[in-house]
């Protein structure tokens, strides 16, 4: 069994840039939500995919955006990036239409920071 | 929408004693609640969770309570040790929202030797 992976480990932008983040979902899952960790902070619910489309959104503007593809593996996007975007970036996984479907399993991360 | 308070912040305990920690969320329609364990540099794992038709579950050294009526639950470590050293985050989820988690601000346990 695969666990859920996250690319790149680390990045550094600068304010005003996009940036792109990566997540494989645990094999056999079917759902990715993202979550946004600033520092010293519990994680913060970005959004949710299922099946290719947005299921749940969270407090963010629309400058955060994501994508699900058909082999269940997502993006990140964020547009016009500012200083307080600079967290660590979570993806969690989990199996929809089953009995343990609440049960989200995340990958190690994504730090960006934001200069 | 769902508000999730964790106590304390910090934690130090002796190895070898039991560490608590406690959680009050708002929303009395959440029914599912997870226990994570982060340790530096990684993302949140999943370590015990508890349904809101539970009101206790054991696994090993861990185990969580669950009052639905003062909307509370609390995470049980006995016989701690240094590897239980990390940051604890409870969280919250209910059914009319999926299954977006509502987390703690977090408690940062140490175990001294």
């Known amino acids: 069994e695969t666990g859920v992976t996250q690319s790149p480990t680390h990045l550094i932008k600068t304010r005003g840039q996009q940036v792109t983040l990566r997540c494989s979902s645990q094999s056999g899952h079917n759902t990715v939500s993202w979550y946004q960790q600033a520092l010293g902070q519990g994680p913060q619910f970005i959004f949710q995919?299922?099946?290719?489309?947005?299921?749940g959104r969270g407090n963010f503007p629309p400058r955060f955006s994501g994508l699900q593809f058909p082999n269940y593996s997502s993006e990140l996007n964020v547009n016009a990036l500012e200083l307080d975007d600079s967290a660590l970036y979570l993806c969690a996984s989990s199996l929809a239409g089953t009995a343990s479907y609440n049960e989200q399993f995340f990958g190690p991360g994504t730090r960006l920071t934001v200069l | 929408g769902e508000n999730v308070e964790q106590h304390p912040s910090t934690l130090s305990v002796q190895e070898g004693d039991s560490a608590v920690i406690k959680c009050t969320y708002s929303?009395?329609?959440?029914?599912?609640f997870p226990w994570y364990k982060q340790e530096l540099g990684k993302g949140p794992q999943l370590i015990i969770d508890?349904?809101?038709?539970?009101g206790e579950k054991k696994d090993q050294r861990i185990a969580v309570t669950l009052n639905k009526t003062a909307k509370h639950f609390s995470l049980h470590i006995t016989e701690t040790q240094p590897e239980d050293s990390a940051v604890y985050f409870c969280?919250?989820?209910?059914?009319?929202?999926?299954?977006?988690?509502?987390f703690g601000g977090g408690t940062r346990v140490l175990v001294k030797p």
């Open positions: 995919y299922y099946r290719e489309e947005e299921n």
């Open positions: 508890i349904r809101s038709n539970v």
């Open positions: 969280a919250a989820s209910k059914p009319a929202a999926g299954n977006k988690l509502t």
């Open positions: 929303d009395s329609a959440s029914n599912y």
